[in-house]
């Protein structure tokens, strides 16, 4: 019942910036962590950044000083704003989030259920 959608990613020259956004829909009761993976072909899906409800980040270094990760907790949407972008940072991008859902939380259990955006394409190149 929840679905990730996560904006259009795109081509962007090396030093350009491009800003990605997922929403999550349906039930929801609320979203613990949400974040940005990447895999890049042949690579493992790795962690980009993700944040937390009350807003603490977590960045990869690779882009740490690069890319900004933020939330709208009334729209159940991350973005991640992506800056100085470079050919290695190619790869399809994921959206992740944690959703507590009506049941869990009506038992008083604030864990969530990781959900998966369908992933949008990011390539840096000139």
């Known amino acids: 019942q929840v679905q990730l959608v996560e904006s259009r990613g795109g081509l962007v020259q090396p030093g350009g910036s491009l800003r990605l956004s997922c929403a999550a829909s349906g039930r929801i009761f609320s979203i613990n962590t949400m974040g940005w993976y990447r895999q890049a072909p042949g690579k493992e899906r790795e962690l980009v950044a993700d944040i937390t409800s009350g807003g603490s980040v977590n960045y990869a270094d690779s882009v740490k000083g690069r890319f900004t990760i933020s939330r709208d907790n009334a729209k159940n949407t991350v973005y991640l704003q992506m800056n100085s972008l470079k050919p290695e940072d190619t790869a399809v991008y994921y959206c992740?989030?944690?959703?507590?859902?009506?049941?869990?939380?009506?038992?008083?259990?604030?864990?969530?259920?990781?959900?998966w955006g369908s992933g949008t394409l990011v390539a840096v190149s000139s």
């Open positions: 992740n989030a944690d959703v507590v859902n009506y049941d869990t939380a009506y038992a008083g259990e604030l864990y969530g259920t990781p959900y």
